[in-house]
């Protein structure tokens, strides 16, 4: 009898915690790929962001828009792109586990105040069902997603340079 109870209690337990118990397991294992994957992503983002930024230097050597522009590592989870004018900018991107945060100040002419009006925009990680990962902008509408590291850095170059 008390045998039977508790094949009964088993049951139900399997029966009403499966598709949680499933989809805790498809989320530890979501974290697993964004874990082992989201730091290499972020290397590549700043190779990218370098490439691209010496690509633009070259296209305005010369230029009276020409101006300082550098990217720094500050940490292996840390880059500093800074801009004297024209647009003169002030960013931080930041890789924080599941997330890129750029943390940015810009303005149209000569260098501003970087602590005045800072902007801030976050992306996210994200696993697909076949387990590829991308990245997607956290709060927008309709998110874009950027599944290479090369699309996400054409996206907060574009972010820092469109006037």
């Known amino acids: 009898m008390a045998k039977e109870w508790i094949e009964n209690l088993a ?11 499933e989809a805790y397991g498809r989320s530890k294992h979501q974290a697993g790929i964004i874990t082992t994957q989201g730091k290499p992503f972020f290397t590549s983002l700043a190779a990218c962001l370098e490439q691209d930024i010496t690509e633009i230097k070259r296209h305005l050597q010369g230029d009276v ?9 500050i940490s292996a989870t840390e ?8 647009p003169w900018f002030d960013a931080r991107i930041t890789h924080n586990d599941s997330t890129i945060i750029l943390d940015y100040a810009k303005g149209l002419g000569v260098a501003g105040d970087p602590t005045l009006d800072r902007k801030t925009r976050h992306f996210a990680f ?8 991308y990245i997607q902008d956290s709060f927008a509408d309709n998110p874009k997603r950027f599944h290479q590291p090369e699309d996400l850095a054409r996206q907060i170059i574009q972010i820092l340079f469109e006037v």
């Open 65 to 73: 828009t020409a101006s300082d522009t550098t990217i720094q590592t």
């Open 126 to 133: 994200q696993v697909t069902d076949d387990d590829t990962l």
């Open 11 to 21: 049951q139900d337990i399997k029966q009403k915690s499966h598709d949680a118990a």
């Open 79 to 86: 880059i500093k792109l800074t801009r004297s004018r024209f």
